[in-house]
């Protein structure tokens, strides 16, 4: 059983060792960390799991810690007599990889190579071992994948708790915005304190549900730490009362430091957030695609077709008389929670019409995009999908001819292309929007003989 839950940053300066005085000027937070911490003591858990953004990450897969003991010091931040080493849970996270591995889930023990224990852990391990030791350890890392994936995390961590009658305490290990003071380490950006006001009112009020609707590019731009350690702890409370206590916020060196401690209670059927998230992102999604015109009807289908049987769609007779006759370049987009999940077009035309050339796009963006796995049939009915045709493109002599949302740009060099549509999510300046075109490409932005096309686009959602 889950016995409690906590949030936490983990700044190595908290660390007397570490900050040498420094540490005072975080004193609310010093102050709320010994309280989180005397308040998991008297849950007395069997078990510790803490949740870290500097454990191992991959893109695709949550990596649980393996072993038999977990250790590690400080010696990163010039503190090496700060030593940690404590046993790890190894039924625990035995249970859970066998649970994860039985549901198709994409987690578990089996690409752990990171045997030392990261900042993101020893920090709350510092302030917890103060006042208690006696517990076994286990440490999950974050990944790339949407957050409703890491809420099902939380949850399955759960189920393996009640399986093995465990006492479980949870730290959910982050700090918040890095961006928020110009003499800060990472400078100054609005969304910065943004972030920072709406997470703590997210999780001081124990409103879980708010955290699948943070924009992966506000996220991005805040440049947060520890949102995805809180959707997991989230998931873990899933369907459950609890009483939220913010102890402490601060931003004095410019990042976001937040402590809440969660008092677990009872059973809540209407606190089920990835269950009533997924309804309302079903109902969302069907509506879309519902009322998408005939091109996005086509590449849903074709995207269909595809993934559910591996044929490509074959050409409908029923089209619009632009699909048939008219041949273009085209990008087919898809997206799953809020996330990129494919991206896959032509610059100029390769079939002999639109129709064409928006299927075989669809079935690349689904199953031949090299930064994604394939598609999966169970992934279908979450799934939102734009087409984007493309103007022809027409040099550009100065960046003053340039419009991030009214234009797509084509930079050449050397015999390389890199393309980025206009008007995406996250990129808010001309120099952001070459800067990445030339990276897809494969070359420096200052490049001697860079080329820069613009484009427009019709964009069909």
Same mark, same amino acid.
């Given at each position: 059983?889950?016995?409690?839950?906590?949030?936490?940053?983990?700044?190595?300066?908290?660390?007397?060792?570490?900050?040498?005085?420094?540490?005072?000027?975080?004193?609310?937070?010093?102050?709320?960390?010994?309280?989180?911490?005397?308040?998991?003591?008297?849950?007395?858990?069997?078990?510790?799991?803490?949740?870290?953004?500097?454990?191992?990450?991959?893109?695709?897969?949550?990596?649980?810690?393996?072993?038999?003991?977990?250790?590690?010091?400080?010696?990163?931040?010039?503190?090496?007599?700060?030593?940690?080493?404590?046993?790890?849970?190894?039924?625990?996270?035995?249970?859970?990889?066998?649970?994860?591995?039985?549901?198709?889930?994409?987690?578990?023990?089996?690409?752990?190579?990171?045997?030392?224990?990261?900042?993101?852990?020893?920090?709350?391990?510092?302030?917890?071992?103060?006042?208690?030791?006696?517990?076994?350890?286990?440490?999950?890392?974050?990944?790339?994948?949407?957050?409703?994936?890491?809420?099902?995390?939380?949850?399955?961590?759960?189920?393996?708790?009640?399986?093995?009658?465990?006492?479980?305490?949870?730290?959910?290990?982050?700090?918040?915005?890095?961006?928020?003071?110009?003499?800060?380490?990472?400078?100054?950006?609005?969304?910065?304190?943004?972030?920072?006001?709406?997470?703590?009112?997210?999780?001081?009020?124990?409103?879980?549900?708010?955290?699948?609707?943070?924009?992966?590019?506000?996220?991005?731009?805040?440049?947060?730490?520890?949102?995805?350690?809180?959707?997991?702890?989230?998931?873990?409370?899933?369907?459950?009362?609890?009483?939220?206590?913010?102890?402490?916020?601060?931003?004095?060196?410019?990042?976001?430091?937040?402590?809440?401690?969660?008092?677990?209670?009872?059973?809540?059927?209407?606190?089920?957030?990835?269950?009533?998230?997924?309804?309302?992102?079903?109902?969302?999604?069907?509506?879309?695609?519902?009322?998408?015109?005939?091109? /996005?009807?086509?590449?849903?289908?074709?995207?269909? &077709?595809?993934?559910?049987? =591996?044929?490509? $769609? @074959?050409?409908? %007779?029923?089209?619009?008389?632009?699909?048939?006759?008219?041949?273009?370049?085209?990008?087919?987009?898809?997206?799953?929670?809020?996330?990129?999940?494919?991206?896959?077009?032509?610059?100029?035309?390769?079939?002999?019409?639109?129709?064409?050339?928006?299927?075989?796009?669809?079935?690349?963006?689904?199953?031949?995009?090299?930064?994604?796995?394939?598609?999966?049939?169970?992934?279908?009915?979450?799934?939102?999908?734009?087409?984007?045709?493309?103007?022809?493109?027409?040099?550009?002599?100065?960046?003053?001819?340039?419009? /991030?949302?009214?234009?797509?740009?084509?930079?050449? &060099?050397?015999?390389?292309? =890199?393309?980025? $549509? @206009?008007?995406? %999510?996250?990129?808010?300046?001309?120099?952001?929007?070459?800067?990445?075109?030339?990276?897809?490409?494969?070359?420096?932005?200052?490049?001697?003989?860079?080329?820069?096309?613009?484009?427009?686009?019709?964009?069909?959602?």
């Amino acid at each position: 059983m889950i016995v409690k839950a906590v949030m936490v940053p983990h700044p190595p300066l908290a660390v007397h060792e570490v900050g040498r005085g420094e540490e005072e000027k975080i004193g609310a937070t010093l102050q709320a960390y010994r309280k989180a911490a005397a308040e998991i003591r008297d849950t007395a858990p069997d078990t510790v799991i803490v949740l870290s953004p500097h454990a191992l990450m991959y893109r695709d897969y949550f990596n649980i810690s393996k072993g038999r003991q977990a250790y590690g010091n400080l010696a990163r931040f010039h503190a090496a007599s700060v030593v940690f080493r404590k046993e790890y849970d190894e039924e625990f996270t035995h249970a859970l990889s066998q649970l994860l591995y039985e549901n198709d889930f994409p987690g578990g023990t089996e690409y752990d190579r990171d045997p030392e224990l990261d900042h993101g852990t020893m920090v709350p391990m510092y302030f917890l071992d103060q006042v208690f030791s006696d517990y076994k350890l286990v440490r999950i890392g974050l990944s790339g994948l949407p957050l409703p994936m890491h809420y099902r995390l939380g949850m399955y961590i759960a189920e393996t708790a009640e399986k093995l009658n465990r006492r479980i305490a949870v730290i959910a290990s982050g700090d918040l915005a890095h961006c928020q003071k110009e003499d800060g380490p990472y400078g100054y950006k609005p969304q910065g304190p943004e972030y920072d006001e709406k997470i703590m009112e997210t999780m001081g009020s124990a409103r879980f549900g708010q955290l699948f609707g943070y924009p992966p590019s506000f996220l991005d731009a805040a440049m947060e730490c520890g949102h995805r350690s809180f959707v997991i702890m989230a998931g873990i409370l899933d369907g459950t009362a609890v009483t939220p206590h913010v102890l402490s916020h601060e931003a004095t060196f410019g990042v976001g430091y937040g402590v809440v401690t969660y008092d677990i209670g009872e059973k809540d059927e209407n606190r089920c957030f990835l269950e009533q998230y997924e309804e309302q992102q079903k109902r969302k999604v069907m509506d879309k695609a519902a009322s998408g015109d005939a091109y /996005v009807q086509l590449a849903r289908a074709s995207v269909v &077709s595809y993934v559910q049987s =591996g044929r490509v $769609l @074959p050409l409908p %007779e029923d089209l619009p008389d632009e699909l048939l006759k008219e041949r273009a370049g085209c990008f087919v987009s898809i997206h799953e929670h809020g996330e990129l999940r494919g991206c896959i077009g032509t610059i100029a035309a390769t079939r002999d019409c639109l129709a064409q050339e928006i299927i075989d796009n669809a079935v690349s963006s689904c199953s031949r995009d090299p930064r994604f796995h394939p598609i999966e049939p169970d992934e279908l009915e979450w799934l939102e999908i734009n087409v984007d045709v493309l103007g022809k493109p027409e040099p550009v002599e100065s960046i003053d001819q340039l419009d /991030v949302r009214k234009y797509g740009i084509i930079c050449s &060099s050397r015999g390389r292309r =890199g393309l980025l $549509l @206009p008007d995406l %999510e996250g990129v808010d300046s001309v120099q952001q929007q070459i800067d990445i075109a030339c990276s897809k490409g494969g070359f420096d932005s200052d490049a001697d003989d860079l080329k820069i096309e613009r484009f427009e686009v019709i964009r069909h959602v």
